[in-house]
């Protein structure tokens, strides 16, 4: 009898003990998961989103319906005033190369962060303007925070036809012609938008990533756990979000941009697991663009890892010095082939695939 209470004690305490590795196991998936779902830029903590003045640049600021009924703020920022040091960068770069056709794009569309729409993209928005650019930049997370949870881009995109439409009720003339330039998560929504709107007529995706559970799992520890976290994880996101998350994935949205559109896929990030040299040179693999080109600042240990497909596409990577130098390089591509493709007669390709999505409908 002595030794069947025992033996019931024991197996009641190893139940225990794995009830509380569960419950441990949860917490940790609970802890991985806040800065997915609420991915919150702790650089602009306590900072609001709409600054009220920024050196050498103008802010006219509106609001515009969203895909969910809601207000979203925007704002278009133009070069006005004494010049910052990232415009007196770019500028000093352009006096020595200077642009000729970037007048023919009327707008840019800029965006990085869920959270801080508007001031997190306004670094990049600083460097195009130096270039005499006009830059569109929103809030993706709504006016006072409506949305409370990030979905990378998957439902946030539906904004983008809306911010559009808005654009050109604004602008003084005609259909306004607009690009978008995109980094990290901004880069993700932004190739999920160009894939559904053909006005979008160019596109620079910086740091993106290829699909978010690829990039979650490369966050996670090698262990023969990492599988049943991933699951577990994908099931609390469906329950918050209403929607299978994991299931964002740009490089599958980069294959349905018209191949007319120039895209131009761009890896700055170094030993940043999110986003990686392997997920930009697989995008650029998936674009049906005949004007796609992939610039990458490559080092040895980003290298390692790639597939045998990635290696191939290794010699077609303009190799970059440094970010500075990108931002520039980036305003001569924007003069270069996408001015040249707004400037050219656009054929309709009746190839062209229709997404199967029903997202963006």
């Given amino acids: 009898m002595k030794k069947r209470r025992f033996s019931h004690l024991c197996i009641l305490f190893l139940l225990l003990l794995s009830g509380a590795g569960v419950i441990r196991l949860w917490f940790y998936i609970e802890e991985q998961l806040q800065p997915i779902l609420v991915p919150v830029n702790q650089a602009y903590s306590g900072y609001s989103n709409l600054p009220k003045k920024v050196l050498g640049l ?64 306004l670094p990049l928005a600083e460097s195009l303007t130096a270039a005499g650019l006009k830059c569109v930049l929103w809030d993706p997370r709504g006016v006072n925070d409506r949305r409370p949870y990030c979905t990378h881009g998957l439902k946030e995109s539906r904004d983008v036809p809306l911010l559009i439409d808005a654009i050109e009720k604004r602008h003084p003339k005609g259909k306004p012609v607009v690009v978008a330039v995109g980094q990290g998560y901004g880069a993700g929504l932004l190739l999920h938008a160009a894939a559904h709107d053909t006005r979008i007529q160019g596109l620079a995706a910086i740091d993106a990533y290829a699909s978010l559970r690829q990039s979650v799992k490369r966050t996670l520890p090698d262990s023969f756990l990492s599988p049943v976290m991933l699951e577990m994880m994908n099931l609390r996101m469906e329950r918050t979000l209403g929607m299978e ?63 045998s497909r990635q290696k191939e596409i290794l010699p077609a990577v303009k190799q970059l010095p440094d970010e500075e130098t990108a931002m520039t390089s980036l305003v001569h591509w924007l003069d270069g082939p996408v001015a040249d493709s707004i400037l050219s007669p656009h054929i309709d390709d009746p190839s062209r695939p229709v997404p199967t999505s029903d997202l963006h409908l």
């Fill in 245 to 307: 998350c994991f299931e964002v994935a740009p490089v599958e949205q980069a294959s349905f941009i018209h191949r007319d559109v120039p895209v131009l896929v761009v890896h700055l990030a170094q030993d940043n697991p999110v986003c990686t040299l392997g997920d930009a040179l697989t995008i650029y693999h998936r674009l049906r663009s005949d004007k796609r080109e992939v610039w990458a600042m490559m080092t040895e240990p980003t290298l390692p890892g790639l597939t």
């Fill in 58 to 121: 103008q802010l006219d600021s509106f609001v515009f319906k969203g895909w969910d009924g809601g207000d979203v703020q925007a704002v278009i920022v133009s070069k006005e005033g004494e010049e910052s040091s990232r415009q007196l960068t770019v500028m000093s770069d352009l006096s020595d190369h200077p642009v000729e056709k970037l007048e023919v794009i009327d707008y840019v569309l800029v965006c990085v962060d869920w959270d801080h729409g508007i001031r997190s993209a």
